[in-house]
């Protein structure tokens, strides 16, 4: 297993264009995230599942915004009608929970950078 | 989960130890401390959690004070490649998180420390 693995590294759409992102986890973690970065900023939280079942969302996800995990493996992330203000890096993140204590914490993916025009 | 305090940024010259602090005064009794680093365009990368022993793996040392309100992470020979954000987090392990909803990983602004030659 490598790791995290997001696609695309990096998009560039104009305002108004649906824009999907997928994140690709690591094979046996059971919980998949999503976390926006902006400029100077720390990672903020989005959506977390725990296999497919979509757990928590953020008051940052706006009803533009919707993740999936169909089958608990991958996960898709989409934004509709995207702003020039959802311009970020969109990260993704796996663990696995429900074992002991000791275990490292989550692993990210390198990201998805997103510019809107 | 508990909020944490980092000095925005911290200077240390290469082969020398990296010594960075984290104030968590309001840490609960079931929460840990997590170290992340993120270098520049990459994701964030876990480096150590601990409860109230010290720990230490290849990558670092965690101090935590008796009291647990701080901590320390020690990088004992930081090298160039170590310049990065910080990231200090409080939060319930994973274990203790097994289809709830709290524990989520969330990130302040961390310590930006530059190695210098």
């Known amino acids: 297993d490598t790791g995290v693995s997001q696609n695309p590294r990096h998009k560039i759409t104009k305002r108004g264009q649906n824009v999907t992102f997928r994140c690709d986890p690591i094979s046996e973690h059971n919980r998949l995230y999503w976390y926006r970065q902006t400029l100077g900023q720390g990672p903020e939280f989005l959506t977390y599942f725990q296999n497919e079942a979509q757990l928590e969302k953020s008051r940052l996800l706006s009803d533009r915004f919707s993740a999936e995990r169909p089958k608990g493996s991958f996960s898709t992330l989409e934004i509709q009608r995207t702003e020039q203000g959802d311009s970020a890096m969109y990260l993704c993140?796996?663990?696995?929970?429900?074992?002991?204590?000791?275990?490292?914490?989550?692993?990210f993916g390198s990201g998805t950078r997103l510019t809107v025009v | 989960d508990a909020k944490t305090t980092q000095p925005p940024s911290m200077d240390c010259a290469e082969g020398r130890a990296a010594n960075l602090p984290c104030n968590h005064s309001?840490?609960?009794?079931?929460?840990?401390v997590y170290w992340y680093r993120q270098i520049h365009s990459q994701g964030p990368q876990y480096i150590i959690h601990g409860l109230k022993n010290n720990e230490t793996n290849e990558m670092a040392s965690l101090i935590i004070t008796e009291d647990r309100k701080s901590s320390t992470l020690i990088l004992p020979h930081a090298t160039l490649r170590d310049t990065a954000v910080y990231y200090c987090?409080?939060?319930?392990?994973?274990?203790?998180?097994?289809?709830?909803?709290?524990?989520?990983?969330?990130f302040g602004k961390g310590t930006k420390l530059s190695v210098k030659p």
């Open positions: 987090i409080v939060r319930v392990a994973e274990y203790m998180n097994y289809g709830g909803s709290q524990g989520n990983l969330i």
């Open positions: 309001t840490i609960s009794g079931n929460e840990y």
């Open positions: 993140a796996s663990s696995l929970v429900g074992r002991e204590v000791g275990l490292p914490g989550y692993t």
